[in-house]
């Protein structure tokens, strides 16, 4: 089973700002099925934001993209808007899928 | 367009069986695409449970797997989740969600809070 490990915990930045957040697996993830979620705020579905490690879903604004392959994968959020903060989780998505444990983006 | 609705109580006792219902609406559960259960602990993060297949073939996370049970009920378009012997721990927000092979989780249902207290 796929290990995925996210950094930072917690990225408290401000409005405008760049926000990276980083997810890294136990092995190599194959194909890329590397996904990253959204979620606004606790017991609220997850929102899809990219696939393939670097495929935006649709509907999904430019200013969120992903990168990375292997084991290092990285979510990028060019400018930070209001409705950004929140958690964020990468997936594995093989025949058996995990989570990351989460980023938290909050408000500086 | 694709809709997802989980259903079941809200209060389980400990060392009772979970059952919960997923009903889809807007696809045929017979035609495609792999079924899933996911859940959330309050104040934690998200853990894959385990998916279905279309044709019935099953996925476990391997730290469920001797409790859990998923099943397709094609006649009424619903999939379900029976999780045996739970405790304090399976307290959690339970969510059902629809993927394909090659893309992950796209449509989620809103999620049922199911309590395990007696």
């Known amino acids: 089973e796929i290990v995925l490990t996210q950094s930072p915990g917690t990225l408290s930045l401000s409005p405008g700002e760049r926000a990276t957040l980083s997810c890294r697996a136990s092995?190599?993830?194959?194909?890329?099925?590397l996904a990253w979620y959204q979620q606004q705020t606790p017991g609220q579905a997850p929102r899809l934001l990219i696939?393939?490690?670097?495929s935006r879903a649709t509907g999904i604004p430019d200013r969120f993209s992903g990168s990375g392959s292997g084991t290092d994968f990285t979510l990028t959020i060019s400018r930070l808007e209001p409705e950004d903060f929140a958690v964020y989780y990468c997936?594995?998505?093989?025949?058996?899928?995990?989570f990351g444990g989460g980023t938290k983006v909050e408000i500086k | 367009q694709v809709q997802l609705q989980e259903s079941g109580p809200g209060l389980v006792k400990p060392s009772e069986t979970l059952s919960l219902t997923c009903a889809v609406s807007?696809?045929?559960?017979?035609?495609?695409?792999?079924w899933g259960w996911i859940r959330q602990p309050p104040g934690k993060g998200l853990e894959w449970i385990g998916s279905?297949?279309?044709?019935?073939?099953?996925y476990y996370s391997a730290s469920l797997k001797s409790r859990v049970t998923i099943s397709l009920d094609k006649s009424k378009n619903q999939f379900s989740l029976k999780l045996t012997s739970v405790t304090a721990a399976d307290t959690a927000v339970y969510y059902c969600?629809?993927?394909?092979?090659?893309?992950?989780?796209?449509?989620w249902g809103q999620g049922t809070l199911v309590t395990v207290s007696s």
């Open positions: 969600a629809r993927r394909s092979g090659s893309y992950p989780f796209n449509y």
């Open positions: 807007g696809y045929s559960i017979s035609s495609g695409y792999y």
């Open positions: 279905i297949f279309y044709s019935g073939s099953t």
């Open positions: 092995q190599s993830v194959s194909s890329g099925y």
């Open positions: 696939y393939g490690a670097s």
């Open positions: 997936q594995h998505y093989g025949s058996s899928l995990t």
